[in-house]
């Protein structure tokens, strides 16, 4: 998929997640973000930090943006994830929606789930 059409702070979301670059993505959001993954709530830089490290970066995720969609002030984008997690009763492959709320070029908020289709 061309990122380009995707907001700066998301394609910089995407690389950093891919080089793996811990501090570059935690710079992504805002001081005040809310991450929603796996039914938790992380709110700030700090708690979002350790989530990131915790069920991100410990699993080598590996995120391949499939397509995305604009809609007022949220950008979905579609990927497909892979790592080093359990994947039992998961889907194979796993496809995520990664829904961002940004503000002042910064994550402000990001819900994940399981896409639908």
Aim: charged share 30%; hydrophobic share 35%; glycine share 4%.
């Amino acid at each position: 998929m061309e990122l380009n059409p995707l907001p700066q702070v998301i394609q910089a979301f995407i690389a950093a997640s891919n080089k793996p670059d811990p501090e570059a993505y935690v710079d992504c959001f805002s001081e005040d973000a809310t991450v929603r993954d796996e039914g938790k709530t992380w709110v700030g830089k700090d708690a979002i930090k350790k989530w990131s490290d915790e069920h991100h970066f410990s699993a080598n995720v590996t995120l391949d943006p499939q397509r995305y969609r604009q809609h007022e002030a949220e950008t979905m984008v579609v990927f497909k994830v892979d790592g080093d997690f359990d994947k039992t009763g998961l889907p194979d492959p796993l496809y995520l929606d990664f829904h961002f709320q940004i503000r002042d070029h910064q994550i402000k908020q990001l819900a994940i789930q399981l896409t639908k289709e």
